[in-house]
Each structure stands twice: as structure tokens, then as C-alpha cells.
């Protein structure tokens, strides 16, 4: 197979050598925002890199222009049978075709870190809906077909001896579900069900109706906004204030639908008292209909050298199947020092 070596034009710095080893590094991956990923090409599945200096000196080593000299993504069925997924058509372009690469030193700081962003797509092939794991590999010294170049740049006279390093660097794994491209209404749908920690789409269960404050306050200490809102009926709760109610009754079907966008994202950021996050709390009192419920729970809140208290009472009612919080009130109970008994 015919290769094409880069013309590479390296960016000369005065600090331009490695200090520490760079075994010192911890390398890692993550989902920058890990949402519904599906095999549209277009959307992309965007993944932090991220270095972290746990030696005692600083680190520095040469970075590329272009990501591919340097790192290397291994995606496979999360089975772990068969071959890792083909290259990109952008990953092929971008490491073979001819092309100047240019360098900048990085240095890393102890008990620094140094992160950027990649798209996973501008590596790997992922056309295909399926359940993947993604581990990558770091090279500080390049690629081994490209060390010869970076290697050109010599140690200064006050660098710490030592020289660059031929440490491989391997991330954690990750897991990625990869789903069949949908409509845009659809796949709004979806990610606002999206439980991004496990990659799954939530629906709800038939619990009991303690159960479903209880799992409403659990996600809220695990900041899991879509377990959060999973049995909120956000309509109701909007509706509780009459003006709100009679803007809302009055408002088009899009315009209904912006309001409760807006009126959701309201909630979670500026934690109101639905959704302010609890240090502890327990379930005192349920009691209910066929159809309606009352859960009765007290809720303890830091606030510093104490702990304010709160007693929630949050009515449900049944609908299609399954209980959903529709209303609250809230009482202050006094506040308690932490420690106490």
C-alpha cells in the first residue's frame, strides 16, 4: 500500500523538550456531552481528552495540529468479538494525505490537567447502530511511523534530563450505543428520556406512589435530570398559578410546547423548591385512592453549620397506568445543627 509521509513543519518553541517522564500523565476519556448518538454522520459524538500531571516536575511533550499523529481510537462490539471499526474517510484524509503538521509545545503543571475535544466520528466509522466499547491510546512521542520527526527537537541546556518518552498511554473504557438515525422530533423525544449515565432510554415503571417521590428525590441528589422529570407532570405543575394557567390554556399547541420547555429548564436550573437537592430525607406518611395520592416526606437541606428542614407533601394522581407528581406544598419545620442527635 502506497504511504504518503507528511511534509512536517515543526513550530519551534525555546522550552521545546520533554521534562518529566510522560508516565507520569493519567490519560482519559469521556462523553463532553453525552446524549442520544445515533449513525448520523452529521451529528457528532464528542469526546473529552484528558491529561493529568500526577509526578512532582511538569511535563511537556509536542502536540500536533492534527489529533490523528497522536492518538489512536479502538472501537469494537462491547461483545469484544471481531475486528475494531474501520478508519474514517476524514481520519484517512487527514493522516495520509499530503500535508504540513505543526507542533506546539504543551507543558503540564503538577497535579495539572491539560483536556481538549475531539469527535469520535473523525476517527472511526460508525455507521452502524449497535453497542460499541471505545478505549484510546496516547502517544506523547507520535505515531511510530511520524517519531522521527518530533524527535528533531532537541532537549534545551536547563531541561531535566531524561528525554522523551516511549510510553504508550491507554484510557479507560468506555461504553457507546449507537442507535438508527431518527426523524429530529423523534429523536428530541428521546434525548430529554435519555438516562446519559447508562446509555438507555427511560419509561416508566408501576410503582407505588412513596416509591415515586422516592425516586424523584434520589435523582435529584445524583443530579439525573431525566430520572428527575420522569414522573412530573410538568403541565400540572405549570398550571398551579392562575395566571400561568390561563396564559397556558390560551397559548397555540407550539407555543404550549415552548412554555413547558422553558418552564422545565426553569425548574432544574434555578432549583426551586420542587427541585432543590436534599442531603437526606425520608418518607413519613402515604396515603391513597385508586386514582389519587398523598406522600408526606421531610427533607433536610445544608446550609452550613446546619441543616434546614422541610416537611413535602407531593399529591399524585394515576394516569395511563402510572402514578405522577401533579402538585406540592412545602412547610418549614425549623433547622438543626449538624451533629446533633
Not at 469521556?30 to 452529521?42: I, Q
Not at 492518538?71 to 499530503?98: C, I, P, W
Not at 500535508?99 to 455507521?127: H, K, M, S
Amino acid at each position: 500500500m502506497k504511504r504518503f509521509l507528511a511534509t512536517v513543519v515543526f513550530c519551534l518553541l525555546a522550552s521545546g523538550a520533554f521534562a518529566g517522564s510522560t508516565s507520569a500523565l493519567q490519560f482519559s476519556i469521556r462523553f463532553y456531552d453525552k446524549t442520544f448518538y445515533t449513525t448520523n454522520p452529521d451529528l457528532p459524538i464528542t469526546l473529552q481528552v484528558s491529561l493529568r500531571n500526577t509526578g512532582t516536575v511538569p511535563v511537556w511533550f509536542s502536540m500536533p495540529n492534527q489529533p490523528v499523529f497522536q492518538l489512536v481510537f479502538h472501537v469494537m462490539a462491547a461483545d469484544r468479538t471481531g475486528l475494531y471499526l474501520a478508519n474514517s474517510q476524514k481520519f484517512n484524509e487527514n493522516r495520509y494525505n499530503n500535508q504540513p503538521i505543526f507542533f506546539r509545545n504543551i507543558t503540564i503543571q503538577p497535579g495539572e490537567e491539560f483536556a481538549y475535544l475531539v469527535n469520535l466520528r473523525d476517527f472511526v466509522d460508525l455507521n452502524k447502530s449497535g453497542v460499541y466499547t471505545v478505549q484510546a491510546e496516547f502517544h506523547p512521542s507520535l505515531l511510530p511511523e511520524y517519531q522521527s520527526y518530533s524527535q528533531q527537537t532537541q532537549p534545551t541546556a536547563d531541561a531535566t534530563p531524561g528525554g522523551p518518552s516511549e510510553d504508550i498511554l491507554t484510557s479507560n473504557v468506555l461504553t457507546l450505543a449507537v442507535r438508527p438515525t431518527l426523524p429530529d422530533s423523534a429523536l428530541a423525544t428521546y434525548q430529554e428520556n435519555m438516562d446519559t449515565e447508562r446509555q438507555e432510554i427511560l419509561r416508566r415503571e408501576d410503582k407505588s406512589p412513596d416509591n415515586v417521590v422516592r425516586y424523584l428525590l434520589e435523582a435529584r441528589q445524583a443530579n439525573n435530570e431525566a430520572r428527575f422529570f420522569l414522573y412530573l407532570s410538568l403541565e400540572d405543575l405549570y398550571k398551579r398559578s392562575p395566571l400561568y394557567r390561563r396564559t397556558f390554556l390560551g397559548a397555540s399547541a407550539e407555543e404550549r410546547s415552548r412554555i413547558l420547555k422553558d418552564f422545565k429548564h426553569d425548574l432544574w436550573r434555578r432549583e426551586t423548591a420542587l427541585s432543590k437537592v436534599p442531603s437526606a430525607f425520608a418518607i413519613l406518611s402515604t396515603s391513597y385512592t385508586d386514582t389519587e395520592a398523598t406522600v408526606t416526606a421531610r427533607l433536610k437541606f445544608d446550609a452550613g453549620d446546619y441543616f434546614e428542614i422541610r416537611e413535602y407533601t407531593y399529591a399524585l394522581h394515576k394516569r395511563n397506568g402510572y402514578w405522577e407528581i401533579y402538585d406540592y406544598q412545602v412547610r418549614n419545620e425549623g433547622t438543626e445543627r449538624k451533629g446533633s442527635l
